[in-house]
């Protein structure tokens, strides 16, 4: 096994896939269709991603051996998810190498780390100030003096981990704030006032070729994305800006990969970035459907050493996740028109589980 | 186990494919995005669709007792390609059941059966005559009196198993034609004079609802297809008629799956049928690209008693085979624009073989 190399990866090699959900399942199909094997680490026995990759090591991302196994079967080694326990992290850095590296997990890993970062570039954010007690976030409300939100700096997604506090809010709020994070390292986010959101899925190669899709519309109901349209209703120059940031983001951190980079948009088009995703993203699952080329096999082709693809779309067009019973519509959507559906190959239906998505071309 | 219903097959169900090529891969896949796992059944260790399904059996397509466990772990059992040997088929009807079923592959099995059948329903072929002997020949060609092609009845496919035949073949000539049939039960074809090649691909379900994408226009050399090409440069009423001839046959054959038609287009417009395959269709593989709902995932549909989808095609388009060395243009097909590339993890370029396609958005 030759790794680190900036020549393309030949077909027929092998992509190791830390994490086997739905993430994962979408990267090993656009690696197939680029000639590639597929090896997923993922400790769930049926996982997505093993339904539709070469092989399955069925272990916790801690587990060394298992890291060890991955690496030797593996030419390169990507990732689904950026909460990758700090040993494996370690394991992998010292002795397999990462696409994308541990700087950009670094970055993502820890939203005040992140925050700071972002800030660091002159990207504007939603005003926030670190809590590691409750007296500080006593403090930190009173600074920021908005509604806000309490967000834990680690290993938060979908909405876990947050609470929101109105303004001026009483003793009892505080503490039931503190409590919902566990009480743990925390930043409170002013609750940034915004018209919409929207994201951009951007690619960055290891010889810095760098391509981005155009900016999706994203509506999120309880912490969770719902749809992802586009275009998006924004202005061109919102549009150029969103991009310019994103693109601004993985030049910053010689990024590999696709890298997620999430907006809102202020009522006079203001953006302030909310959050970035190093790695394929929910809102970009379009592109499969819509795209000339997904923003799975741009990752893959990134990790690959391959030139980057095309972003452009043949169509506009809806994406709308499948969340928990929502798969009861599906009956439905098997009838209608200029719909292609996804479906994940989970067993089991849970509220708030994604199953699946659909887009509607527009 | 249940099998044989009419109702929908659940998410999570099993659909079994006999065959593991590049159709069978893309089958599994179009599979997986419904939420099915797959098994596969095919001798050759690694073959292209053990790559992408959940299991693999690897054994010989007559071996019973492998049949029997496809049996056994498949809700439903599909098939890539129409050459199952007669033990095999015998054994899954009586014991397992099949979609698309013996009577589709007892017509396309045999080429004298295929066009007898053809002629019955009032459909137009190349004139022909049956040859099991070299007298046999001698007389056909007197009878046909036109260059012509003698065509192995069984197991022909990619050109393989023909030998063209000019007018007034000497006896050398004759004798060379019989030789390399392997003087087995032939047809001797007029040969057709045709402007194009085009091929529709339709499907059935087992509600006998029926849809078929617009028919592609397809160049072959050396027997084997090149390009396929939508819209074909065909007349309305050429293109209606080929469907409706195309939909006699699945409605003839109370067919339940994906099949291809190929016609010949004279220089009048009038249409002859080439061959028919019950399967899905290389002429097809455009659809995963343009259309909204691949013939992979219709075929999918079909054998699992869902609705058919929509065959509209959001771009016209260009599907090319990459072929044997054709695969050396790869790297300058990843920086066009416009082109979806979809290699098949075949480990070994050999000349003639099918390495992958890309198809061209227009």
Redesign the interface.
């Known amino acids: 096994m030759e790794r680190n190399q900036s020549s ?1 990866l030949p ?2 090699s092998t992509i190791g896939i830390i994490g086997g959900g739905q993430l994962g ?1 979408m990267l ?2 656009a690696a ?6 597929t090896i997923v680490l993922d400790p769930a026995k049926d996982c997505p991603a093993s ?2 990759s ?1 092989h399955h090591i069925e272990a916790a991302y801690d587990d060394v051996e298992a890291l060890k196994m991955l690496g030797k079967r593996s030419d390169v080694i990507t990732y689904e998810f950026e909460n990758i326990p700090a040993n494996a992290l370690y394991f992998l850095e010292e002795n397999i190498g990462l696409k994308p590296d541990r700087l950009a997990l670094e970055k993502s890993q820890d939203r005040l780390v992140e925050k700071d970062f972002l800030s660091q570039l002159k990207i504007a954010t939603a005003p926030y100030h670190p809590v590691s007690s409750f007296d500080e976030l006593a403090n930190a409300v009173s600074l920021i003096d908005t509604p806000s939100i309490l967000k834990t700096r680690r290993f938060g997604y979908d909405g876990k981990g947050q609470a929101r506090l109105p303004l001026n809010p009483s003793e009892d709020e505080l503490a039931a704030a503190w409590t919902s994070v566990g009480e743990s390292e925390s930043i409170l986010e002013s609750f940034f006032i915004f018209q919409r959101e929207i994201s951009v899925i951007v690619c960055r190669s290891a010889t810095a070729q760098i391509v981005a899709y155009d900016p999706a519309e994203n509506v999120h109901r309880g912490g969770i994305l719902r749809t992802s349209e586009v275009p998006a209703a924004i202005t061109a120059s919102t549009a150029n800006e969103a991009t310019r940031i994103a693109i601004s983001i993985v030049e910053a951190l010689e990024y590999v990969g696709v890298m997620g980079v999430e907006f809102f948009v202020a009522p006079n088009g203001d953006l302030a970035v909310n959050e970035i995703a190093p790695r394929v993203h929910n809102s970009g699952h379009w592109t499969e459907a ?1 795209g ?2 997904s923003q799975f096999e741009q990752h893959i ?1 990134a990790v690959a050493n ?2 980057l ?2 972003c ?1 779309r ?2 506009d067009c809806v994406m709308e996740n499948l969340i928990g019973d929502d ?1 009861d519509i ?2 439905s959507l ?12 989970k ?1 089991e239906t849970r509220p708030g589980r994604k199953m ?1 998505h659909f887009t509607r ?1 527009t």
Chains 1, 2 share one sequence.
């Open positions: 393309p077909p027929g399942r090993a199909m197939a269709r680029l000639g590639y094997k339904q539709t070469n819509a000339i080329v082709r391959l030139p693809g095309d452009a043949h169509s798969v599906i009956p098997l009838t209608q028109k200029g719909v292609r559906i996804h479906l994940y190959g067993a699946g071309l």
